[in-house]
């Protein structure tokens, strides 16, 4: 059963910081990977989406990264703003689904 | 072009009353799928579709029944609500291309159940 682990569960960082968050997942045989934002009490909003040929995708200030055979993804904002403070969500696409991790909630102080 | 559309926003029900989840996209997207999150939970999948006439159980379908009668629309009906279905509830659609692309959500339901 594919399993999603993203840490760090809550990041506090000054506006100004070059950040990493990072998204792990058991099983290496997916199709693709998206990061998403989540603002409090609103939907998600895709940021990201690596399809399995790929090793990155960049948008703005946001660069994802993906590594199938360790099995891992990072998500790296840079410059971040006050404006970036939310949930940060991945999600791994195997052959059915989406699988979620629970997410990185971030707060960028000013 | 509207996306992905959910109706109601906020619903409060008393146990044992049922209901509809409404959603609809316009993207003409075979895969649509509806979630529930809760808090330290994160999104669980409860039921999903390829396509017209195709439904399949997620992780968490109990309590839930879907169906998928036209490309655009994918209700999903409470039967008999209780407390333990409070929670916040996402549609998604997406094309499909030997997989699940990526995801389009709603802006979700926030169910209460008394």
């Known amino acids: 059963k594919q399993e999603v682990t993203q840490i760090p569960a809550a990041l506090s960082v000054p506006e100004g910081e070059n950040l990493v968050l990072n998204c792990s997942f058991t099983?290496?045989?997916?199709?693709?990977l998206q990061w998403f934002r989540q603002d409090p009490g609103k939907g998600l909003t895709s940021l990201l989406l690596?399809?399995?040929?790929?090793r990155e995708q960049t948008s703005g200030r946001l660069n994802a990264s993906l590594d199938k055979s360790s099995g891992r993804s990072t998500l790296y904002i840079a410059a971040s703003q006050p404006g970036d403070s939310a949930t940060y969500l991945c999600?791994?696409?195997?052959?059915?689904?989406?699988?979620f991790g629970k997410g990185t909630k971030l707060s960028v102080k000013p | 072009n509207a996306g992905v559309t959910q109706t109601p926003k906020f619903q409060v029900l008393k146990t044992g009353q049922s209901m509809t989840l409404q959603c609809a996209q316009d993207?003409?997207?075979?895969?649509m799928s509806w979630y529930r999150q809760d808090p330290g939970m994160g999104l669980r999948l409860i039921h999903y579709?390829?396509?017209?006439?195709?439904?399949d159980q997620g992780e968490v379908p109990n309590g839930y029944n879907v169906s998928r009668s036209t490309t655009e629309d994918f209700p999903l009906r409470l039967l008999s609500a209780a407390p333990s279905q409070t929670s916040v509830y996402f549609c998604?659609?997406?094309?499909?291309?030997?997989?699940?692309?990526?995801?389009?959500f709603g802006q979700g339901t926030r169910l209460t159940v008394v």
């Open positions: 998604a659609s997406s094309n499909l291309d030997r997989g699940v692309i990526g995801a389009f």
């Open positions: 099983d290496s045989a997916i199709y693709n």
């Open positions: 690596i399809q399995s040929s790929q």
């Open positions: 999600a791994v696409i195997g052959q059915g689904n989406l699988i």
């Open positions: 993207m003409n997207h075979e895969y």
């Open positions: 579709s390829v396509g017209a006439g195709i439904t």
